[in-house]
């Protein structure tokens, strides 16, 4: 059985997110979606939230697990018998970060492969972070993340203005 991870912030889930997963999905047995607890990052969305966003999200994906881990990347999918690492590329800007990332991975982790998958032409500018800036400015975000998602930024950013969040 061929299994991989997605790992990522997904801070939120996007479109570009969801691209790639349904993508992948055809490549491996079985997938992982795995949101990074990290400590030292302050996410706009708690760590639930952000697990419920994906499920929601990648439903209709059949294969999928979606939960959370922290420390390596690697060890995480050593546990899971993971034979590859599965990260989306949006644009050259992307590689240097991602070579890297992939260089430090082969030598703490060997066995494991890192598989890139370029994101689709319609999403290959999106970022979570743009997607939580355009919303925080009272922008259109419809076209980039799920219906739900969308609801969910504008009530957290209308929650920080100390605004109702209906």
């Given at each position: 059985m061929?299994?991989s991870?997605?790992?990522?912030?997904?801070?939120?889930v996007t479109?570009?997110?969801?691209?790639i997963?349904h993508?992948?999905?055809?490549?491996?047995?079985?997938?992982?979606?795995?949101?990074?607890?990290?400590?030292?990052?302050t996410?706009?969305f708690?760590l639930?939230?952000?697990?419920?966003?994906l499920?929601?999200?990648?439903?209709?994906?059949?294969?999928?697990?979606?939960?959370?881990?922290?420390?390596l990347?690697?060890?995480?999918?050593?546990r899971?018998g993971?034979?590859a690492?599965?990260?989306?590329m949006?644009?050259?800007t992307d590689?240097?970060?991602?070579?890297?990332?992939?260089?430090m991975?082969?030598?703490?982790?060997?066995d494991?492969?890192?598989?890139?998958?370029?994101?689709?032409?319609d999403?290959?500018?999106?970022?979570?972070?743009?997607?939580k800036?355009?919303?925080?400015?009272?922008?259109?975000?419809?076209?980039w993340?799920?219906?739900?998602?969308?609801?969910?930024?504008?009530?957290?950013?209308?929650?920080?203005?100390?605004e109702?969040?209906?």
């Amino acid at each position: 059985m061929k299994i991989s991870i997605v790992p990522g912030s997904f801070d939120p889930v996007t479109y570009g997110h969801v691209d790639i997963i349904h993508r992948a999905a055809h490549l491996f047995d079985h997938m992982y979606l795995a949101i990074l607890h990290n400590p030292e990052k302050t996410p706009l969305f708690d760590l639930a939230e952000r697990l419920d966003m994906l499920e929601q999200a990648t439903v209709s994906v059949e294969n999928v697990t979606v939960e959370s881990f922290s420390g390596l990347t690697v060890e995480y999918a050593r546990r899971k018998g993971a034979v590859a690492v599965v990260r989306g590329m949006r644009a050259v800007t992307d590689f240097d970060f991602e070579f890297k990332l992939a260089a430090m991975n082969r030598q703490l982790a060997p066995d494991i492969e890192t598989v890139y998958m370029m994101t689709s032409s319609d999403y290959s500018f999106i970022s979570s972070s743009a997607v939580k800036e355009v919303a925080m400015l009272g922008g259109d975000v419809s076209r980039w993340v799920e219906p739900e998602v969308a609801r969910r930024l504008y009530a957290k950013f209308r929650e920080r203005k100390g605004e109702s969040p209906q």
